[in-house]
């Protein structure tokens, strides 16, 4: 005869299980019946002669280390540097970002705006106060310390040839350097994980279930300002 803690101690490994391993094998299970009834159709390729004007925004804060790495990467994109508006916004920064930036000698062609601010209000107030100067109908926003592929935003607009989507999330990338490679690897795996299982939910509802601030989104210009919480 079991006893109640015998009961309890297999239910919540049960619980446990499901959480971190069931949870995913459920999940792939509905998939692939899903795919048998409704295949999902082949990318199409982005197509050069209709692609919108897009606005790249990058908040940053005492960012210097990596801000001019930022920038070249920006400028590296392979999306028509005509259809591009740069917008950096420093609020509150007291470091050399906004003079790297400022000093910052584009290529011919390029549009970058600086906007600073020295009082500090945090990442969403200095997004909500550049918003009113965007003119395109997409906004792209990004972390002055992620790097991005050079056909992201070529990958991107495509999906909004379809008038069904309304926000378009990137796939965070772990890079790792040997200096810590220990501390680093545990985060990569742990995202790889977290992507699989944010995709696969994403590939049956069909839903955004969040968005990551790395590269955290692309939206409509309906969506203009975010909402602040205390």
Known sequence: MFTISFVLFWVSVAVVFYTYVG????????????KLFYPKPDDAEPRRGSLPAVTFLVAAYNEQDCIIEKIE???AFSYPRHLIQFYFVTDGSNDNTSMLIQNYILPDGAKLKLFHEPTRKGKIAAVNRVMPFVETPITIYSDANTMINQDAILQIVRHYESPKVGAVAGEKRIHLHEKDQASSAGEGLYWKYESLLKNGI??????LVRLANFFQFVLRFMNRRHPIRL
């Open 202 to 207: 994403q590939n049956y509802i069909r839903w």
């Open 73 to 75: 990467n920006s400028l």
């Open 23 to 34: 949870y995913a094998i459920v999940l792939w299970l509905l998939l692939k019946v899903k």
